[in-house]
């Protein structure tokens, strides 16, 4: 793993709790899952453009624009008390390696 992966993760958590404050962004706070729907599917669009064009800085910046998404609807559903990013990122290793024993069964 990088080098700082984790910090750097955090500060991006720590970004949208600081949004979503009750002193945070207006308009991030008056957010729900529906209403942000429609964002990660144009988040979605713009990467696979930036597949397309072949451009590494474009794509880096809107997988960016979609791994803010996932915080920021992991975020509302903490605060439903559903669950935490922490158990959106358990959910996807777990699901990742239960899908490749051929590679972590040798572990």
Excluded: N
Excluded at 51 to 62: A, C, F, H
Excluded at 67 to 95: H, N, P, Y
Aim: negative net charge.
């Amino acid at each position: 793993m990088s080098s700082g992966v984790g910090e750097r993760f955090e500060k991006l958590v720590g970004i949208m709790r600081a949004l979503r404050a009750p002193d945070g962004c207006p308009w991030d706070r008056e957010q729900t899952l529906a209403s942000l729907r429609p964002f990660l599917l144009e988040e979605t669009y713009e990467v696979l453009e930036a597949i397309e064009s072949g451009t590494p800085p474009q794509l880096r910046e809107e997988l960016g624009d979609v791994l803010f998404e996932v915080v920021f609807m992991s975020r509302i559903s903490e605060e439903a008390g559903d669950f935490t990013i922490a158990d959106t990122i358990d959910a996807i290793s777990d699901k990742l390696v239960r899908r490749h024993p051929h590679v972590f069964a040798r572990q």
